[in-house]
């Protein structure tokens, strides 16, 4: 049974949403679909110029996971470019970063509000209270707040987490 994959945290959703190469008809195009997580790597590593460690961190996955996102936000780019191809930004599986996110703890269910961008994974943070473990978080805006996380979904060998 493959892991529930953990939404990521995004900061923007996309300003442009579509793509396609001048003076072809859409219909003979091919699409690219690009997601919103993968175009947020290519802002974070690229533009940004952030350390993956960092950008990583700002999305809230394991770094090997942002390599591996980027990797395939660069080859949609590159095959979209080269090959001539429409490109669609548009779907994942995100949240929306708020300046601030909520956990809550498993143990006595307090919750707080932790800054966003201080690196701080749920998985890794403790309760303050209690010092237990945190079950789930939402950003105080955006969406997908209050998105369910396993709390033994970040305790597992730190690999895979795709
Ligand atoms: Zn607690």
Redesign the pocket.
């Known amino acids: 049974m493959p892991r529930p994959r953990k939404p990521r945290c995004v900061r923007d959703e996309p300003a442009f949403g579509f793509f396609k190469p001048q003076g072809v008809p859409l219909r003979e195009l091919e699409l690219v679909s690009l997601s919103v997580e993968e175009l947020e790597a290519l802002r974070l590593a690229d533009i940004d110029g952030l350390y993956q460690e960092d950008a990583a961190a700002q999305m809230e996955v394991s770094r090997p996971t942002f390599h591996r996102i980027l990797k395939e936000a660069h080859r949609k780019v590159a095959i979209a470019l080269v090959e001539g191809k429409a490109l669609g930004i548009e779907g994942g599986d995100y949240f929306l970063a708020g300046d601030t996110r909520i956990f809550e ?1 498993v ?2 269910a ?1 919750s707080w509000e932790e800054p966003f961008g201080t690196g701080v994974r749920a998985c890794e943070a403790v ?1 303050p ?4 473990a945190v079950a789930r978080y939402g950003c105080a805006r955006g969406r997908a707040a209050r998105q369910g996380l396993g709390s033994q979904d970040c305790r597992g060998p730190r690999m895979d987490r795709g």
């Open positions: 703890c143990e006595c307090y309760c209270k209690c010092g237990g």
